[in-house]
């Protein structure tokens, strides 16, 4: 059965102390996978789509990187504005799309 | 540009009573629509998509029910809520191309809607 697993749940970071969010995954045809951002009470925010391993993409204080079996947000010199809920998912060969759990990120000044 | 709106944003319902929960989107034509159930700790579950006006696919059994009367609009109902429908529900779209859900159709969701069913 495919599955997305993130971890860890929570991440307690302080302000300008980089570290990275895992997500693991096995699925049946990789097709893509897709990282958001999800504020408490908001709906989830398109951060990322990688396709295939050694891919990354950066945005600002983000970077996302691809292997064959997991996927990492690397977050550096994190900020208070950047702690929120992170959601992986992967769309498998069936174009069905697969949602991890999600890590809560908390930046304290 | 695109805007998907949801509402209502909160609503607390009693046990047996309908729910409609509305989904719009503006500044496209014909997008797939997506309604999704998202319970704590757990990943969004896809309840139901929709690729066209009066087509829906449902993706597991459950209380509710889905409908698309227009292009750009999308409802989740049920007839008599159970306090297993409470949860949070996000409306999502992603542009009309084949197949449904590919790599380049990135899903963009609503505000959410937080339901409690007492």
């Known amino acids: 059965e495919d599955q997305v697993t993130q971890s860890p749940e929570a991440l307690r970071l302080q302000e300008g102390e980089s570290s990275s969010l895992n997500c693991s995954y096995t699925v049946s045809g990789l097709r893509g996978l897709f990282w958001y951002r999800q504020d408490p009470g908001k709906g989830p925010e398109f951060l990322f789509t990688?396709?295939?391993a050694g891919e990354e993409k950066e945005k600002e204080r983000l970077k996302a990187t691809l292997t064959k079996k997991e996927s990492f947000l690397h977050i550096t010199a994190p900020k208070p504005e950047d702690s929120a809920t992170y959601l992986c998912a992967v769309l498998n060969g069936y174009n069905k799309l697969i949602f991890g759990a999600g890590t809560r990120l908390a930046v304290h000044p | 540009s695109q805007t998907i709106h949801q509402w209502p944003a909160t609503l607390v319902q009693p046990v047996g009573s309908p729910l409609s929960l509305e989904c719009t989107v503006e500044?496209?034509?014909?997008?797939?629509l997506y309604w999704y159930r998202q319970a704590a700790g757990r990943g969004l579950q896809l309840l139901f998509y929709s690729v066209g006006i009066g087509q829906i696919s449902s993706e597991v059994p459950q209380n509710l029910s889905a409908s698309r009367p227009q292009d750009r609009q999308f409802i989740l109902s049920s007839k008599k809520l159970l306090l297993s429908d409470s949860g949070f529900y996000l409306c999502?779209?992603?542009?009309?191309?084949?197949?449904?859900?590919?790599?380049?159709?990135?899903?963009?969701f609503g505000a959410g809607s937080r339901l409690t069913v007492l």
């Open positions: 500044g496209t034509s014909n997008p797939n």
């Open positions: 999502a779209w992603s542009p009309n191309r084949t197949p449904i859900l590919s790599g380049a159709n990135v899903l963009t």
């Open positions: 990688l396709y295939s």
